[in-house]
């Protein structure tokens, strides 16, 4: 069993940034690939981004692809993604998830957080 508890978001002015965290609980969280998805209001939820358990690759949505960057500190149970130069279209609930697969398919995470909320204004 894995929880996973997102803290970090909030109302940022478009072009700011922001660090979202996971904490995890479970002595295996080393062992999960970890990924943050969003889901905007009346959209699906979309992938963006992914880091592996071992070596820590990371896979990103081509709409962050250099803007974020997710990271993970497996001693202290937790994974970030540090959001820069933020825009009105990323504004969403950010989730965190945890899967045994290295996959960006949502419906291969098992584990997931309650979400927190993006909003960026123009």
């Known amino acids: 069993q894995v929880q996973l508890v997102e803290s970090g978001g909030g109302l940022v002015q478009a072009g700011g940034s922001l660090r979202l965290s996971c904490a995890a609980s479970?002595?295996?969280?080393?062992?999960?690939?970890m990924g943050w998805f969003r889901q905007a209001p009346g959209k699906e939820r979309e992938f963006v981004a992914r880091?592996?358990?071992?070596?820590?690759?990371?896979y990103y949505a081509d709409s962050v692809k250099g803007r974020f960057t997710i990271s993970r500190e497996n001693v202290k149970n937790t994974v970030y993604l540090q959001m820069n130069s933020l825009k009105p279209e990323d504004t969403a609930v950010y989730y965190c998830?945890?899967?045994?697969?290295?996959?960006?398919?949502?419906?291969?995470?098992?584990?997931w957080g309650q979400g927190t909320q993006v909003t960026v204004s123009s």
């Open positions: 998830a945890a899967s045994t697969r290295v996959t960006s398919e949502s419906q291969n995470y098992r584990y």
């Open positions: 479970g002595r295996t969280f080393s062992t999960y690939t």
């Open positions: 880091i592996s358990w071992s070596p820590g690759n990371t």
